[in-house]
């Protein structure tokens, strides 16, 4: 198990590597127009060999580098340019804000997706099955952009019951989470739903199962004990992902209802060419994602003892 651990550790050092090599590639290889984002087009030529000097550009690139992916390990940065501060004291709270929309989005999802999953899955091609399954498939095709300005309609304009955005402008309000969490679940609990059916019908058509069923033992705990376990793989998977979902691919969601979370601060870095708020979105974005996918790939050997020793 130690060893394990070990090796998806190590994987995810090496990922996250390769990922800033191609990010510090992309972005900071070209020194002039790093100078030009930072100090803008109208600045004068001496400007920017003063300011790229002053700031060690003109130092080798594999020195650069060294310094560079040294900062981000230390947890520095470097100055917003749209914000004129630090990146962290920017990037943080934008995070925690996600982080508290991202939770209030699973603590619905998880149970009722994973509670209709198994039902439907249980009893496959029943009305309760079918049911599911239509509700599932219906509420994931509708995207973001289109539930979003659906659901402002009837609860803000029609009904007046919800506010039209989330700015939390005279501080936190949890009636002002409601319709984003609203959107993200109406679209993420389908899918969910659909896994976990998908994986809880083929564990029912198992041998093991039909031969717990025919020895005699309760058919509630075969479900719970032998069953449940094994389908909980597949949707363990897919709840993992949501996390980077959540995190990133947003949005729509936050800059719809002027949410101040990670997607909205990642969109408005892009929007102003802010290289340095965009370096530490990217790094935190592929960190959380590589660390969910060690988080997985761990739990997998608790859900499954097969995979733990092979």
């Not at 095709?141 to 309609?153: G, M, R, T």
């Not at 955005?165 to 959107?183: H, K």
Request: aromatic residues 12%.
């Amino acid at each position: 198990m130690l060893i394990f651990i070990t090796r998806r550790v190590a994987s995810m050092v090496l990922t996250m590597i390769a990922v800033s090599m191609l990010l510090f590639a992309a972005l900071e290889v070209n020194i002039e127009n790093v100078a030009v984002k930072v100090l803008g087009p109208y600045s004068s030529l001496e400007q920017r060999e003063i300011w790229l000097e002053r700031n060690g550009y003109f130092d080798p690139i594999y020195v650069r580098y060294a310094r560079w992916l040294g900062d981000f390990a230390v947890g520095d940065f470097g100055e917003s340019i749209r914000f004129k501060t630090e990146v962290s004291e920017v990037m943080v709270p934008r995070l925690i804000n996600t982080a508290i929309l991202a939770l209030c989005v699973f603590a619905v999802v998880i149970p009722v997706a994973l509670v209709l999953g198994v039902l439907s899955g249980m009893r496959e091609g029943s009305k309760l099955d079918r049911s599911i399954s239509v509700t599932s498939i219906v509420t994931t095709s509708v995207p973001e952009f289109a539930s979003a300005p659906l659901l402002s309609v009837v609860f803000v304009f029609w009904l007046g019951l919800l506010p039209g955005t989330s700015g939390m402008a005279a501080g936190f309000d949890p009636i002002q989470l409601i319709l984003p969490a609203a959107v993200l679940i109406i679209y993420d609990f389908g899918y969910v739903t659909r896994m976990t059916r998908a994986s809880m019908a083929e564990v029912m058509t198992t041998n093991y199962i039909r031969t717990a069923v025919l020895k005699g033992l309760p058919y509630r705990r075969v479900i719970v004990r032998h069953a449940l376990r094994n389908a909980l793989i597949a949707p363990f998977t897919v709840i993992m992902l949501q996390v980077n979902w959540l995190l990133s691919g947003v949005i729509v969601v936050e800059y719809f209802f002027a949410y101040k979370g990670f997607g909205a601060l990642l969109l408005e870095a892009s929007l102003n060419q802010d290289i340095y708020l965009i370096e530490a979105c990217a790094m935190v974005a592929v960190f959380v994602a590589v660390m969910t996918q060690a988080l997985a790939d761990i739990g997998y050997t608790y859900l499954n003892p097969r995979i733990r020793f092979s």
